[in-house]
């Protein structure tokens, strides 16, 4: 019997829940609750969308849950093996070349945002307000993302950034937590928070030397890295969350 609406529905609903919540669906279907109960904990647009597709395939299909549950307990399998492969791509803005192949800055920007089911930490010294980057994140933070993002500040740069606050470029963003480094008054007088980076759900690393500006996403000559799977991406999401923890990266602002 073809049962090709449920698996579509199933490896549809894996890849737009993620991992963490994929694996709350498996443990809804294993203990036989109902699509009710399953749009209630898992409501987040998009993700709603998904799992009221995979309920509805399963009864027209006739999948018992504890079926439904095996097969999408795969799907999360397959997607922990395909988190701890490695892969490592160069990352380049500005002139491209015939013979070495690139991926733009601000594709793979947007790309890792878009990725983003559960988290996204970024870090940035400079930025301006970029309507690609914009609708990326809000879009992110209306499907539950929990995005935070380390950010510059004027006094804290010295002169070396004139203008807005490098903070008033992600303010439209609904729920957006941005931070930045409370420095300690006796440390170095010309430190900066230099860093500049993306990870998505602890997966996939995006680092370079580009701002979360257009102008350094599209026009200027830019390089990085982007890794997914495997320990860099873990480590640096870590790393971020304890200087939260820490207190040396404070809540913007204080």
């Known amino acids: 019997m073809s049962r090709r609406e449920f698996e ?12 963490s919540r994929g694996k709350d669906l498996v443990g809804l279907l294993s203990r036989r609750h ?7 904990d898992l409501a987040t647009p998009g993700v709603t969308e998904a799992v009221a597709r995979l309920y ?13 549950a095996a097969y999408l307990r795969g799907y999360v399998a397959a997607m922990v093996r395909a988190r701890d492969r490695v892969q490592v791509r160069t990352v380049w803005s500005g002139p491209s070349t015939p013979t070495v192949p690139v991926r733009a800055t601000a594709q793979v920007l947007v790309g890792v945002i878009k990725d983003a089911r559960d988290e996204l930490l970024a870090m940035t010294y400079a930025a301006r307000p970029y309507p690609a980057l ?10 539950g993302v929990k995005i935070h993002v380390v950010v510059e500040t004027l006094a804290g740069a010295r002169g070396l950034l004139s203008g807005r606050e490098p903070a008033e470029a992600f303010t439209s963003v609904p729920g957006l937590r941005l931070w930045h480094w409370a420095r300690d008054s006796t440390g170095h007088a010309h430190s900066r928070q230099h860093a500049k980076l993306a990870v998505a759900d602890r997966r996939k690393l ?3 030397s580009a701002n979360l500006t257009e102008s ?17 991406p873990r480590r640096a ?14 809540p913007y602002p204080d």
């Open 216 to 232: 350094a996403a599209r026009r200027n000559i830019e390089a990085g890295v982007l890794v997914t799977g495997g320990e860099a």
């Open 134 to 143: 914009t609708q990326a994140l809000t879009e992110a933070a209306a499907r």
């Open 56 to 68: 509805d395939a399963m009864a027209s299909e006739s999948v018992p849950f504890t079926e439904a």
């Open 8 to 19: 579509a529905a199933a490896a549809d609903a894996v890849a737009i829940l993620g991992l």
């Open 34 to 40: 109902g699509k009710e109960r399953a749009l209630a």
């Open 237 to 250: 999401a870590e790393h971020i969350v304890e200087l939260q923890r820490l207190g040396i990266l404070k």
């Open 206 to 208: 995006f680092l370079g």
